[in-house]
């Protein structure tokens, strides 16, 4: 795959589980666990090398192995039971799986991805939830940007005050401008004692 | 609830969140500018050259921190590098083809193949070796199943493969455990004619040979070889077809010539025969020579030739303890090169050392000869990996690999180094930050004017980029003056505290002081009393501050102080040593009598700022330090209030103690520093079929706490509990204390406790059922948060408890404030009963963690981060009040305006909440914060296999401008303010003249 390679915006991982007992006589209760992650192209901006330093971590941490390029994988010696598994890989979010082997059934494997809660079918097809963005983006220099910031609020407001209000006063009707004029001197202005008194004329 | 109106509030309050604390991210063009990342990869056992052909030359490592690295030659980069996982430690590693690297870890069950130019995992093949033998792998100069590639054997104890190199497919296995039970396999070797030989050892009949078919695998004979004495089954050496081997007791040396039709001849030879020297003690090295052997012999290392027709011995050359061999590299057909490094006489201390190349036949001559200096605190050389090319006069010339005793790597050429790897800082142990010393000398004129012009210029540059004026190269000149600023790497303390030296001790018992401004190495020092000293090896355990002057102290430096053991098999006696921190030189060192157990930095300093420390030796004494008449005196003013606890995770017990009566020195045979009794004054015993200890946090005691009270929307108050002696103690059930899938939910069960450590009281406890460890906490203030795993639903968890003093709920009365009546500011006290409130909530976390802590600030006045190391190796800054268990589903308006974000069951992840950005820090073990002098910055430093360091602000920094801040456009908009009232007055004035006028 070449960096040319059109990338397809779609990531999509497959994990396909199967296990199979292994015939040693001391560890008949153990067996593989084998699956399958599959990434087809990345829209990040990530090297293609990186893709080669994805792990997948079994129970936290007790075992640890790298995917192939082909994007299998493979835990020895796990027992019965049920077991956590996680995927390990910069710009994507995996969600954690359950992973259930049966003794009963020769080691047959149930997964779930506990994120989401949805049981993966047989041929299991695992999407990482979302690929991550580690950056905040800088938003591009736009007029409309500037206007909506405070800075921008403000300025405007102060030309709509400079030059839209005293046009708002010349349309108003000189008669009528003095009457209200009038009438606020007529007014008492509200005196302090007023105020403190609680009375209002 | 109905999921789906959960999972539509979650929805919300995601997208809610997101506007509102996308705290502190980063821009892509901020990258670098205060944060750094270093990789390395360990101390290296296994190195293989890669210098054929025309590709690039490159050395492929294994190492002991469990890493392969592919490294260019020439400089030392990393060109890739692989971590694997805990345990899976790298047996051998070899190079096929040119195509493919090979490495076999975990003790010979995991083979793998990378590709060699980017490290892509080829394949993997999973065996099952015999535990408990060292594996082994051998290519094979044959392709047996026909697939043009040379196929490898792999062999452990009893087990043998035959693999194939192209696909990683078993061709053939053989298990001699059916023919003989307790046989090991040590050596295989292929004969001429197609036949592999196996030797190795049986406790029945000593010796065993085994012979092989190469094809399939069929064993073809079973040789038990009797031996008159008994063997040592540590090591042998199979050299060009004969066997050797030392007895159990040391005195003989057994050859045995195998020959291909089944005979064996066995010749017995004294070891003191061949020293002439009485043997006391020998060993046969690792070391692969081409028709010799190496012992290690009295502690002399002694290479003795083998005679593969005779199997007579001859002793080619002794050296001295301190020479070391690399394995014969075959430089052309028959020549095959050996390198010997010694230090010269005086060497060692000063680091000089002589590189000498010779081949097998002709081994007293000097093929190459150099003297070669490495940097004093390098120490000794204690691994050697030779590499040979050819020159344009077609002779040979050498290149060697060496490890140094500091676990650095380093190439010599020509009596050159030609690169040196601080490889050391991968396995970090301990880590301090200081103060850098003070500006003392005000900058030249000139100087500054020189500053003065860049800076205009910086300005000028940058405002053309935030108006997008700026072409691409004076954007790219506007990058290159944030990255290099001179002011973040200078050597002295600056305004905001943002510089500092971070001191750190590693595995190797070097002490390295790094620049917290570009993360170069400011001095490094390998402390000559960690040293190995006759035989014994010592382990440094921590780095503790011990004299920190004050800020305006200006001829004293600070001195840290750093604690070891020796690591004898009876003796395990403390070791002191205190550094310098501004020169690097160790000021003196101390052998102490007794192993310390415990060791207790004391909150008093003596007049010359020495903090009091208090070691606790194996027998329960407590030794005061510095030893001096003066801090016995303080010491004991504060004796009575000097209480301390041990933790035993073994026995599932917590003791406290207290300081009794002073040890009388004669009577008592303790001579060295003030040494008191302790007696117990309390313990916690957990029950041990139930509870096992997993983990126990303290608060930090450097922690700075801006408020007792937090007042909440309501103008109620809540008065914090911050008692200083409190820990928090998390048990687990016996069968949960392993990994996840170990045990069952119902099996699974565990127990918070938080304990007050003066009288033992148990203050809460919390059970949590079917929830089970590695427990991860903090402990911050009156909070602390902890991680674990929920078995029932199968998600790890992180949990908060939060306590408050109810003592205190009482008094809120103004009149009893502005009387003074309040007890808002009096101590608290442990030996008063207290009334705690605790208040707690759960929440579901994503990822597993491998380490936690939480921002610290200079005064404890803004918000809090907890740091989270997961499972990726990033660093997840999440903001405290997540973790505020008064968050309810729908806040009321009050609490809206407290800033209560509503709960959902899950924490959210943003990915530009990662401080480390695209960055991982491999194998990370540890997470460091130190608070910058500016509030609102908090210093991180993480540490693993990879170094990280950045600067992180948890409330934004609201207390200064941020980095992009324009101040030519500020000038500007100044500049062209009055330049606008100016013009507008004239005008003004002139509009009135011609008003009057009319």
Redesign the interface.
């Given at each position: 795959m070449g960096l040319r390679h059109v990338c397809k915006l779609t990531v999509f991982c497959a994990i396909v589980l199967a296990a199979s007992a292994?015939s040693?006589p001391k560890?008949a209760s153990s067996y593989?666990v084998e699956g399958r992650v599959k990434v087809e192209g990345t829209t990040t901006k990530?090297p293609l090398?990186k893709t080669?330093?994805i792990k997948v971590?079994?129970?936290?941490?007790?075992?640890?192995?790298?995917?192939?390029?082909d994007g299998y994988?493979?835990f020895?010696g796990v027992?019965a039971?049920?077991?956590?598994l996680?995927v390990?890989?910069?710009g994507y979010?995996f969600?954690?799986v359950?992973v259930d082997v049966s003794a009963r059934l020769h080691g047959q494997v149930r997964a779930?991805a506990?994120?989401t809660r949805r049981t993966l079918p047989d041929a299991l097809v695992l999407e990482p939830l979302r690929e991550?963005?580690?950056?905040?983006?800088?938003e591009p220099?736009s007029v409309v940007g500037l206007l909506k910031s405070p800075m921008g609020l403000m300025v405007g407001f102060m030309l709509v005050a400079v030059f839209l209000l005293p046009k708002l006063m010349d349309s108003i009707d000189p008669e009528e401008m003095k009457r209200v004029q009038e009438e606020m001197r007529n007014q008492p202005a509200p005196s302090f004692s007023n105020l403190l008194q609680g009375r209002s004329t | 609830m109905n999921l789906q109106v959960l999972q539509q509030t979650a929805l919300g309050v995601l997208i809610l969140c997101s506007i509102w604390i996308?705290c502190d991210?980063?821009?892509?063009?901020q990258?670098g500018v205060w944060d750094w990342h270093q990789q390395y990869i360990g101390k290296v056992k296994h190195a293989v050259f890669q210098t054929q052909g025309s590709g690039r030359k490159r050395v492929i490592v294994g190492t002991e921190e469990d890493a392969i690295a592919s490294l260019n030659l020439r400089t030392g980069e990393v060109y890739?590098r692989?971590v694997?996982?805990?345990g899976?430690s790298v047996n051998a590693l070899d190079i096929i083809n040119g195509k493919y690297v090979i490495s076999l870890s975990k003790d010979g069950?995991n083979v793998?193949a990378w590709?060699l130019p980017?490290?892509?995992?080829?394949?993997?093949s999973?065996l099952?070796p015999s535990m408990g033998s060292v594996a082994s792998l051998l290519v094979l100069p044959v392709d047996i199943n026909n697939d043009r590639m040379n196929d490898m054997l792999i062999f452990s104890g009893s087990m043998l493969y035959a693999l194939s190199c192209h696909d990683g497919g078993i061709i053939w296995k053989a298990d001699l455990q059916a023919l003989r039970e307790d046989l090991v396999i040590k050596k295989v070797s292929l004969s001429s004619d197609g036949t592999l030989f196996g030797v190795g050892f049986s406790d029945v009949s000593g010796l065993v040979i085994v012979e092989i078919d190469l094809r399939f695998g069929h064993i073809r004979k079973i040789n038990p070889v009797g031996i008159s004495k008994a063997l040592d089954t540590k090591e042998l050496m199979l050299v060009n077809g004969v066997a050797v081997a030392l007895d159990a007791a040391f005195t003989t040396v057994v050859t045995a010539l195998i020959k291909t039709g089944g005979d064996v001849k066995i010749v017995e030879t004294l070891l003191s025969d061949l020293v002439s020297a009485e043997v006391k003690s020998a060993q046969i090295l690792s070391t692969t020579l081409e028709g010799a052997v190496a012992f290690q012999v009295n502690g002399k290392v002694v290479v003795v030739k083998v005679d593969s027709a005779t199997g007579q011995l001859d002793v080619l050359e002794v050296f001295e303890s301190s020479v070391v061999l690399s394995n014969s590299l075959n430089v052309v057909e028959s020549k095959h090169a050996t390198a010997i490094v010694e230090p010269t006489e005086d060497g060692g201390s000063i680091g000089k050392f002589s590189l000498r190349v010779v081949y097998a036949n002709s081994w007293s001559v000097d093929a190459a000869k150099d003297s070669v200096s490495l940097e004093s605190h390098r120490g000794l050389i204690r691994k050697v990996f030779l590499n040979a090319y050819l020159r344009t006069d077609r002779s040979y010339g050498f290149r060697a690999l060496v490890v140094g005793e500091d676990d650095s790597l380093s190439l010599l050429q020509q009596g050159e180094v030609v690169w040196t790897r601080e490889d050391g800082l991968a396995s970090i142990i301990d880590t301090w930050t200081s103060e850098l010393p003070l500006e003392r000398d005000r900058h030249p004129v000139s100087e500054v004017e020189h500053d003065l012009a860049d800076w205009l210029r910086g300005h000028w540059l940058k405002l053309k980029a935030t108006?997008?004026l700026a072409s691409a190269e004076e954007l790219a000149a506007v990058q290159a003056l944030r990255l290099h600023s001179s002011d973040k790497t200078k050597m002295a303390r600056d305004h905001n505290g943002f510089r500092k030296l971070l001191i750190v001790l590693t595995k190797a018992g070097k002490v390295i002081a790094l620049h917290t401004g570009d993360g170069r190495i400011v001095w490094s020092v390998l402390l000559p009393s960690l040293r190995a000293e006759s035989g014994i090896s010592k382990v440094p355990l921590k780095l503790m501050p011990w004299q920190v002057p004050h800020q305006h102290a200006l001829d004293e430096n600070p001195v840290v102080l750093v604690v070891g053991r020796s690591k004898g098999i009876s003796d395990s006696t403390g070791i002191l040593s205190w550094v310098d921190v501004y020169k690097g030189k160790e000021l003196r060192s101390s052998k102490l009598n007794f192993p310390v157990k415990l060791m207790i930095p004391l909150p008093f300093t003596d007049t010359s700022e020495q903090r009091l420390h208090l070691f606790i030796d194996d027998k329960q004494k407590a030794h005061v330090f510095p030893a001096t008449e003066e801090s016995l005196s303080l010491f004991l003013k504060h004796k009575a209030n000097v209480v301390y606890h041990i933790v035993d995770k073994e026995k599932g017990t917590i003791v406290g103690y207290t300081i009794k009566n002073m040890v009388d020195g004669i009577t008592e045979g303790e001579t060295d520093g003030h040494v008191f009794h302790t007696e117990p004054i309390w313990s916690v015993i957990f029950p041990s079929e139930t509870e096992v200890i997993s983990t126990v946090v303290t608060r930090r005691p450097d922690e700075a706490v801006h408020t007792q009270s937090k007042i909440l929307g309501s103008r109620d108050v809540l008065y914090k509990y911050l008692n200083k002696n409190m820990i928090f103690v998390a048990t687990v059930t016996p069968k949960a204390a392993q990994?996840?899938?170990?045990a069952?939910p119902e099996e699974a069960g565990l127990v918070a406790y938080l304990i007050d450590t003066v009288t033992g009281r148990v203050l809460h406890r919390v059970s949590h059922p079917f929830m089970q460890g590695?427990v991860h906490a903090v402990f911050n203030e009156n909070w602390v948060v902890y991680h674990y795993?929920n078995?029932k639903?199968?998600?790890?968890e992180m949990s908060v408890i939060e306590i408050y003093d109810q003592n205190r709920m009482g008094d809120k009365g103004v009149l009893q404030l502005m009387l003074g009546r309040h007890n808002a500011s009096s101590p608290v006290s442990s030996y008063s009963i207290p009334s705690i409130e605790v208040k707690t909530q759960t929440y579901f976390f994503?990822?597993?963690v491998?380490a936690m802590t939480v921002t610290s600030t200079a005064r404890g006045i803004t918000g809090k981060h907890i740091l989270v190391g997961t499972?990726?190796?990033?660093v997840l800054a999440l903001d405290k009040r997540f973790f505020d268990p008064r968050r309810t589903v729908s806040p009321s308006q009050a609490e809206r305006e407290e800033g209560i974000i509503p709960l959902t069951d899950a924490i959210p992840?943003f990915?530009?909440s990662?401080i480390t950005?695209?960055h991982?820090v491999e194998g990370l073990r540890g997470i460091l914060t130190v608070p910058a002098r500016l509030e609102s910055t908090s210093l991180v430093f993480t540490y693993g296999l990879d170094l990280f360091f950045t600067r992180t602000a948890p409330s934004r920094t609201y207390d200064s401008l941020t980095e992009d801040f324009s101040y030519a456009l500020l000038l500007i908009t100044i500049v062209a303010l009055i330049i606008g009232i100016v013009v507008t007055w004239i005008l003004s004035e002139r509009k009135e003249l011609g008003e009057k006028w009319k």
């Open positions: 292994i040693a560890a593989v990530l090398s080669a330093n971590v079994l129970n936290g941490g007790e075992q640890l192995t790298f995917i192939r390029p994988f493979a020895q027992t039971g049920t077991h956590l996680e390990v890989a910069m979010y969600s954690p359950r779930i506990v994120e991550e963005f580690y950056y905040e983006r800088r220099f | 996308c991210a980063l821009y892509e063009d990258v890739w692989r694997l996982g805990e899976d069950s793998r590709h980017d490290g892509a995992l080829v394949w993997e999973l099952l108006l997008f990994h996840i899938g170990s069952t590695p795993f078995l639903m199968y998600r790890y994503t990822f597993s491998k499972v990726n190796d990033q992840i990915p530009q990662y950005h695209v991982q």
